[in-house]
């Protein structure tokens, strides 16, 4: 049983997309159980399983004119976009070794999400069948993920820049007419990424060891 | 006649939707192999072959819904 975490900066998200395929085959392989990827990125709209490119408001061309990268991809979920002002965190976790429950792995996501604001004095709201965290009628994160041989990848996007939200005017967020916020929004404050980053790290590294003393 | 049934996905989860079939009706398959895609709440998951053989029969497409216990699909054994 090892957690391995692997901290990057701000990262291309072909690049991360592939990193987190070789991650998963290290998985598969047995050389670790868990892993955990945390990285920025570049500005950039992924359609999931459930999406349609119908939800982006604007034209492919227009998109890479405010360069802006596009990717179907096979998380669940509809369109998302991510930016430099978010903190991206890739959960590739072997749940054989853990519970196979897919909706409890989405709940627990949510739950150290809950946590880490609550460390701010937030609080950190969810809804059923509205997958991710809200703070009243805004999102603050959002969540969508694969599973493939019980083996988890993609993950969660946590809104952390004030200043990063303008281009989610240009998707349907997760097809609906969502607003999003920010923890600075929420805050009215300056916050550094490293310290969310840290927390969130922090937060993984605790659910973890909790989980395998449960599975022992 | 093997039958690939929807396995149980975790606690209070009654069904998933198709959302992306590897093969099609008629085609070979190894053992382990991606055979179907499905989605429930924000995750897709693989359901991998059992056997290897034949995709005879597919009962769910892309977009149904499948309880956890019913049959998917058909495949006969090579």
């Known amino acids: 049983m090892e957690f391995r975490i692997f901290n990057f900066g701000l990262v291309d998200f072909k690049k991360a997309w592939q990193f987190q395929k070789e991650i998963f085959k290290e998985i598969k392989n047995d050389y670790f159980n868990a892993a955990l990827i945390l990285c920025r990125h570049y500005p950039v709209i992924t359609v999931g399983r459930q999406g349609s490119q119908e939800n982006i408001k604007v034209s492919v061309p227009e998109l890479k004119n405010r360069g802006i990268q596009l990717y179907e991809v096979e998380r669940g979920g509809d369109v998302t976009y991510h930016g430099p002002g978010q903190l991206i965190a890739y959960p590739v976790f072997n749940l054989n070794y853990f519970k196979k429950d897919i909706h409890l792995f989405l709940r627990q996501l949510e739950e150290l999400i809950i946590d880490l604001l609550s460390d701010f004095g937030i609080n950190g709201l969810r809804y059923k069948g509205l997958t991710g965290v809200w703070i009243d009628k805004q999102k603050i994160a959002s969540i969508g993920i694969a599973i493939r041989n019980w083996i988890t990848f993609h993950g969660l996007s946590i809104n952390v820049k004030k200043d990063d939200l303008d281009n989610f005017s240009l998707i349907k967020p997760c097809g609906m007419d969502i607003e999003m916020t920010s923890l600075e929004s929420v805050l009215n404050r300056g916050v550094e990424m490293d310290n969310i980053k840290n927390n969130l790290i922090q937060k993984f590294r605790e659910s973890y060891e909790d989980e395998k003393t449960h599975n022992l | ?78």
């Open chain 2, 1 to 78: 006649m093997t039958k690939v049934v929807l396995p149980e996905l975790g606690e209070g989860i009654e069904k998933a939707t198709v959302s992306y079939w590897y093969f099609k009706e008629g085609e070979k398959i190894n053992e382990k192999d991606d055979l179907v895609e499905l989605t429930t709440d924000k995750a897709t998951f693989n359901l991998p072959s059992p056997c290897s053989g034949m995709l005879s029969e597919i009962f769910f497409h892309e977009g149904d819904e499948v309880n956890v216990g019913e049959v998917l699909a058909i495949i006969e054994e090579s």
